[in-house]
Nanobody, 118 residues
């Protein structure tokens, strides 16, 4: 019974900040690459940021310098701090867990809505 539960989404004005959190259960969390993805209306789901077991991070160019991904292996959580938000950041944000070099261990949360609007 694997569960990824996102929280922290909401409505924010352009230039504002939000912090998303994802709590994982049912996996050996420290072994997984964790990531945040997003899907805007009418668009395909895209990678936002990933963080490896060892803390190495990767960001989409569109969010680089504005977003920060982090993880707490003791709490089985991954977070996404979003600063300087833009209307184009509006999307449903999804938490992902992926076991490296495995096709059978990939999991998704149900998503949390982020709306950036004045």
């Amino acid at each position: 019974q694997v569960q990824l539960v996102e929280s922290g989404g909401g409505l924010v004005q352009p230039g504002g900040s939000l912090r998303l959190s994802c709590a994982a259960s049912g996996i050996i969390f420290s072994r997984y690459v964790m990531g945040w993805y997003r899907q805007a209306p009418g668009k395909q789901r895209e990678l936002v940021a990933t963080i490896t077991s060892g803390g190495n991070t990767n960001y989409a160019d569109s969010v680089k310098g504005r977003f920060t991904i982090s993880r707490d292996n003791a709490k089985n959580t991954v977070s996404l701090r979003m600063n300087s938000l833009k209307p184009e950041d509006t999307a449903v944000y999804y938490c992902n867990a992926d076991y490296p070099r495995s096709t059978n261990n990939n999991y998704w949360g149900q998503g949390t809505q982020v709306t950036v609007s004045s």
